[in-house]
């Protein structure tokens, strides 16, 4: 035991000295952090919200569709998730087109007196396929609220035709619209009235500020592991040694390494600790320090470093392995939900998230600021299922035959033997384009992300997005109505309230509702007040969007309930009723109004798709992958992999006889290009890429401009 702990101390020397190399080059990152969260604190004293998706609108100029325009956009739900946006309809195929805009409305000329006199031209209601979560989400509430007015004109509009079939007058009859709209309106202002939000937390932390919290930190403990990547790196000469001479097995040092490396992790986690310090920070994002979350955030930080390790083994050198980390974060990070919640992204997502360690991670920050562990014992024998096999798969990566290769300090490229005239008698490229040509794993890991990138977008382009919504109620006509309903929601019927609260909290569903005994009479009387209990985890984002979808189908069914009991009663329809009874009276009011409904006459959209042309066209499946955003981070990184080799070759004086400028340039140009190829392949899939090229040129200049500073 003597000799592991000389060795560990000699771990923790090596590890204490990497660390202000560490904090120095996450000094910016830090910064960002810092900005971020006074910004929050600033700007959002109360909540923190989502950045709202950009609506574009073209409508008449009048008085009336303003006024519509301006009480949607006050709609809570609203204005949670989207922003409108004025334009014309041909700026808004174009914007929606470039990805500007998430979706686009055109509503038609003289809509008003269209929804008054029964004409109803219908909406076009255009979405991007680069923005389609978003697009999905609007299109959600865009269906929701013409839910609401179909059933309102359907009304009106089998009120008409019961008149004429009744010989009522012109005069009743306007009284009677009154009287519909007033009672459909009071019904609409009132809805929020009837949900009590009730979190499933211990903190009682609302539901962006733990998904943004949760989201950045787990982004930010994968990416983290790029600061110290070279502690995790050893030669086969110096394991071999320890492992002889000192006798520590390589299974020993490469435990004992993650060890340490977690410790690493955990420091690198006090910088964003500092901030939340703050009182406003704190007072959003409140932590649940218990047994069960500090034992999960070790292992999710001794996960974080065995993936590190494990990386670092099967790369060439740090350089290269900059360029894995910070690609496979990228691609774990969005799967997990840490770009997009987790709701509205494809179900093929959810099912490649739930083989990921980012999203185990990603709860283990979740369950720290919402103190809900219900899942404690899921979560942690995943973290530590994790570990075992990165930490299995790191020794099999160290018994794996590699060729032998030496290196040339002069060039610094890696060859089968010594070319000591390399730099005098070849051409400067070659050199160049050869010792890139050796760092195998960067060109496997390109290839494996336009691989994974095609086979992400094929598969997404066949799954559906869901967003599950539980729910109990004792009423079998309400459950038929929400358990028949297609759209983006689903609802799951549940047997109790305690089964509601079960699928809510396990993550089987987004939010949960429990309906109160005799909801329709109690919203008729008008003591409907907190009738409908909404259940939602402490990351829920999209129960907003889900109450307006539920209050769509209890509209349907009180409103149109009502409105038989109305004809039945009404003065007008007395001799009517005396005549053919009131059951027959009722049936053939809700003929009419099943007629009206369903004749196509009441107000609509059509829905389209835009492409990158900005022209339309059918969408086959809806595609969230963000491909341009992986091309980007595939030129940026390879950029970043040249800066250092230039930086390296520049501190090593390889290049004596040479002009500074062409080994630097040629250095930086080579991994962009290939970045560039990455991005070109993905463009014959993926739509026009033609942004790599100035954004190509932009990180050449800079990291030429860097190695010279």
Excluded at 88 to 99: D, K, P, T
Excluded at 454 to 464: F, G, P, T
Aim: glycine share 8%; with cysteine.
């Amino acid at each position: 035991m003597k000799r592991y702990f000389f060795w560990l101390k000699t771990e923790y020397k090596r590890a204490a000295a990497c660390l202000p190399l560490m904090l120095a080059k996450a000094a910016i990152l830090i910064v960002i952090i810092g900005m971020a969260a006074f910004c929050a604190v600033k700007l959002l004293p109360g909540r923190i919200k989502s950045q709202p998706a950009s609506i574009g609108y073209a409508a008449p100029q009048d008085r009336l569709t303003e006024f519509a325009v301006s009480f949607v956009e006050n709609m809570e739900s609203v204005k949670d998730w989207c922003r409108l946006i004025r334009v014309s309809e041909e700026e808004g195929l174009q914007m929606l087109g470039e990805g500007e805009l998430a979706a686009l409305l055109v509503l038609p000329d003289n809509v008003v007196e269209g929804i008054l006199n029964g004409s109803n031209e219908p909406a076009k209601l255009y979405l991007s396929k680069e923005a389609a979560p978003m697009g999905l989400v609007f299109e959600e509430l865009a269906k929701a609220g013409t839910g609401l007015l179909r059933t309102a004109q359907a009304e009106i509009y089998a009120a008409h035709e019961l008149a004429g079939l009744f010989d009522i007058g012109e005069q009743a009859l306007d009284t009677m619209y009154g009287e519909i709209d007033r009672f459909n309106l009071k019904l609409v202002m009132e809805r929020e009235e009837y949900f009590r939000i009730k979190k499933l937390s211990a903190t009682g932390s609302e539901g962006w500020a733990v998904y943004y919290g949760s989201a950045f930190l787990t982004l930010y403990l994968l990416f983290a592991g790029v600061f110290f990547g070279k502690y995790n790196r050893r030669s086969h000469t110096e394991r071999d040694m320890l492992a002889k001479r000192a006798g520590i097995p390589v299974s020993a040092q490469a435990a004992g390494r993650i060890v340490v490396s977690g410790g690493l992790l955990l420091i690198a986690l006090l910088p964003v600790g500092v901030y939340w310090i703050a009182d406003g920070v704190r007072r959003i994002l409140p932590v649940c320090f218990s047994v069960k979350s500090i034992l999960l955030l070790i292992l999710a930080v001794l996960c974080t470093a065995a993936w590190l390790q494990l990386v670092c083994r099967l790369t060439e050198n740090h350089r290269t392995a900059v360029f894995v980390l910070g690609i496979s974060a990228l691609f774990m990070g969005y799967v997990s939900g840490c770009f997009l919640p987790s709701a509205i992204l494809p179900r093929i997502v959810e099912k490649i998230a739930g083989v990921l360690p980012s999203t185990y991670i990603k709860r283990t920050f979740s369950m720290l600021f919402s103190g809900r562990t219900e899942r404690f014992a899921g979560t942690a024998a995943a973290l530590m299922a994790f570990c075992l096999f990165f930490w299995m798969a790191g020794l099999l990566a160290e018994k794996w035959p590699r060729r032998e290769f030496v290196y040339d300090g002069r060039s610094g490229i890696w060859g089968r033997q010594r070319q000591k005239n390399a730099v005098k008698g070849s051409n400067l490229f070659c050199i160049l384009a050869k010792r890139l040509l050796f760092q195998k794993s960067l060109w496997v890991c390109l290839a494996v992300t336009v691989f994974v990138s095609l086979a992400m977008m094929k598969a997404e382009s066949r799954s559906d997005t869901t967003v599950y919504a539980a729910f109990y109620t004792d009423d079998e006509a309400l459950e038929n109505l929400f358990s028949e309903y297609g759209g983006l929601v689903t609802f799951v019927s549940c047997k109790n309230e305690e089964e509601v609260k079960r699928y809510v909290v396990q993550g089987k569903a987004e939010c949960g509702y429990v309906l109160q005994e005799d909801l329709q009479s109690k919203i008729l009387s008008g003591d409907a007040a907190w009738s409908i209990a909404v259940y939602e985890s402490a990351d829920s984002t999209l129960t907003r969007v889900v109450n307006e979808v539920l209050f769509e189908r209890i509209f349907y069914a009180i409103s149109t309930d009502w409105f038989e009991g109305y004809i039945a009663e009404h003065e007008n329809f007395s001799a009517a009723c005396r005549k053919m009874g009131r059951e027959a009276l009722q049936e053939e009011a809700k003929s009419a109004l099943e007629r009206k409904l369903e004749d196509g006459g009441t107000f609509t959209f059509m829905r389209g798709s835009v492409s990158a042309s900005g022209t339309g066209e059918e969408t086959k499946g809806r595609v969230s992958y963000p491909v341009r955003a992986v091309a980007a981070a595939c030129v940026i990184l390879c950029a970043l992999i040249g800066v250092m080799q230039a930086l390296a070759d520049k501190k090593a004086h390889r290049f004596p006889k040479r002009t500074e400028l062409l080994p630097v340039l040629f250095t930086v140009c080579q991994p962009v290009l290939m970045g560039m190829t990455a991005g070109i392949l993905l463009s014959f899939f993926a739509g026009n890429m033609l942004f790599l090229l100035p954004l190509s040129l932009l990180v050449t200049l800079t990291g030429v401009i860097l190695v010279f500073r």
